[in-house]
């Protein structure tokens, strides 16, 4: 069976596989650990395991390499990128700074190395607004990528911040029209989204969190039956790890195509072959991670 080879493969290679909550349900559960960004990013960093294969998208894998650069680190399918990582270069955020002289960088952890090496700090999902909050109220903020993250988070902590228009098409497909619809279907049930969706379909919701704070959420709360509006591969560890209790996707749109990459047989023939290893030069290595050092230091 492919998930006895790959464990096989693990122990004589020593290395540890690492996967995000969006990763199909099989990778999910042949790998050592699974979670969400914030945590993933944390497990990478106590690895004292030769390799980290990190099954999930590139930035994901490139964090990884930058917080534990002496360990090798594969990623079973190099193309599995995020396309709103994509929708800010360095070279744009730098124009952005130079208008903004005085203003703090901030990117969401989707975002390239070389972004995260132009920034004064990073945040994820789940830590967005403990590590925005540390920022005094006149400080002024340009938040690249996600104008949804950075929206949601300007909104709590009452500031407002320059934001990059950048969003994940995954989560667009997600509307407030199917949230109604989710609820008619499902009534009583609470809805929980992912604060990457758009403004109406955040207000729409009861509770926006990371995938990691649902999967808490899932766990802690009374509710039998709950409502997840963010990528459908998460509903295997919610339905895994709550057997009494029901999860109904608010969209079966909700499917992101780059995470969906990893699979058994690439992840397989990554652990065989040792391919393909992740590489990020060593100028821009110590520059990001000053920006996720600092991140990770506020908790
Ligand atoms: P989390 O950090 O909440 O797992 O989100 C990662 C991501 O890519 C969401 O689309
Ligand atoms: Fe990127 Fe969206 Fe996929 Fe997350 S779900 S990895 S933000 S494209």
Redesign the pocket.
Known sequence: MLSAEIRDLAARRHAVILAHN?CRGEVQDVADFTGDSLELARKAVEVKADVIVFCG?YFMAETAKILNPSRMVLIPDPSAG????DMVTAEQLRELKARHPGAKAVCYV?STAEVKAECDICVTSGNAEKVMATFPSEQEILFVPDQHLGGHIAGMLGREYTLWPGY????AALTARAIDEARRLHPGAPVLVHP?CARDVREAADERLSTGGMCRYARESSAKEIVVGT?TGILHRLRKENPGKSFYPASERLV?P??KKNTLENLRDSLREMKTEVVVPDAIAEHARRAISAMLAVG
């Open positions: 969006y998208v995020c396309p709103m990582a989707n994940c098409p995954t989560h990457e990528e992101c780059n995470m």
